[in-house]
């Protein structure tokens, strides 16, 4: 049995390919870094955050170093889970530029180390507890600070993990009483499951959830 030739062959999108920068897999020396970040600068005449997240191609020290004084990069947001290059970042270049912490389960100690601020998802979703976190640590009340950095680490708990942490973070949001909408494809809503733990959290950390 022959196909018939008058069928219609199927049309494909025109999709452009979708890459993942070569620098997420290959590390680049500073050599290489900082004529890509004057470059970015110079073309957008936007201010730059560094955002230091990558596990596998961490910017280093001396890096970010050579960026700040290049003026690419107006400053740092330090992730990965790293709070060792945090402590580095603030002694070397705390009063040249903002270091700003994204290491969601150690906020309270990047504060008290001399970060300005945080940009993290658990900051997201508990903005109230982290402002009174920061506060706490600028007035010296390490009572308070331990108590908001508990509640906060709870949550981060509940949230992290390698699958569906998108979903979690939009339903814990939405916990209290804020729209977050639905993650992007391919990550997945919270099940059942996960939303059975994001609640314990919130119970556990005595923090009132808006909606049931």
């Not at 008058?6 to 452009?16: D, E, G, Y």
């Not at 601020?117 to 009572?143: F, M, N, R």
């Not at 942490?165 to 639905?182: E, M, N, T």
């Amino acid at each position: 049995m022959k196909q018939s030739s008058s069928a219609s062959p199927l049309k494909k999108p025109a999709l452009r390919p979708s890459r993942s920068p070569p620098h997420y897999v290959f590390l680049a020396g500073p050599a290489e870094l900082v004529p890509y970040y004057t470059r970015i600068k110079e073309a957008t005449d936007l201010p730059s955050i560094l955002y230091n997240v990558i596990p596998w191609a961490q910017v280093s020290a001396d890096a970010i170093g050579m960026l700040i004084e290049a003026g690419a990069i107006d400053a740092v947001k330090q992730s990965g889970g790293n709070l060792h290059l945090v402590a580095d970042l603030l002694y070397r270049y705390g009063k040249k530029t903002p270091i700003l912490t994204a290491v969601d389960d150690l906020i309270y100690p990047s504060f008290v180390l001399g970060s300005p601020g945080a940009v993290a998802a658990i900051v997201t979703v508990l903005p109230k507890e982290s402002v009174a976190l920061y506060e706490a640590v600028q007035k010296g009340d390490h009572a308070t600070a331990l108590e908001m950095h508990s509640k906060l680490l709870l949550l981060w708990r509940a949230l992290e993990g390698e699958t569906g942490f998108p979903g979690r973070v939009k339903f814990a949001i939405s916990l209290q009483g804020r729209s977050a909408g639905l993650p992007r494809h391919p990550q997945r809503v919270a099940n059942a499951e996960d939303q059975a733990v994001v609640r314990k959290a919130f119970e556990e950390a005595k923090i009132p959830i808006a909606s049931k």
